[in-house]
Nanobody
Framework: VKLVESGGGSVQAGGSLRLSCAAS????????WGWFRQVTGKERELIAFIDHDGRPFYADSVKGRFTISADNTKTTLFLQMDSLKPEDTGMYYCATDSFACWGGWLQASAAQFEHWGQGTQVTVSS
């Protein structure tokens, strides 16, 4: 599975961005899909995922501001980011795996996802 992210950029605080993640094949129907954020020098942080039943979950830091979704063809994942803050700055990665979400939000981590995109940079200025 090849994943390609797009949509990153630079915005001012309070602005919005919409990230996309295009998959090379249809895997959504049975996979867990996640968005991660990484800041230089820190671990990759899981900020949202859609589990194998299509249910979305969010980190507290983005809950109410970010929305994860997928299109009807089940080949593209999105992350709508509103009310952006400077602390949202980082490299954003999408990832997918057949089993990563089975343990629920508290058990999911970067180590459990097999397939990754190359990342797209988001910079939020104050």
């Amino acid at each position: 599975v090849k994943l390609v992210e797009s949509g990153g950029g630079s915005v001012q605080a309070g602005g919005s961005l919409r990230l996309s993640c295009a998959a090379s094949e249809d895997t959504y129907s049975s996979n867990c899909w996640g968005w991660f954020r990484q800041v230089t020098g820190k671990e990759r942080e899981l900020i949202a995922f859609i589990d194998h039943d299509g249910r979305p979950f969010y980190a507290d830091s983005v809950k109410g501001r970010f929305t994860i979704s997928a299109d009807n063809t089940k080949t593209t994942l999105f992350l709508q980011m509103d009310s952006l803050k400077p602390e949202d700055t980082g490299m954003y990665y999408c990832a997918t795996d057949s089993f990563a979400c089975w343990g629920g939000w508290l058990q999911a981590s970067a180590a459990q996802f097999e397939h990754w995109g190359q990342g797209t940079q988001v910079t939020v200025s104050s």
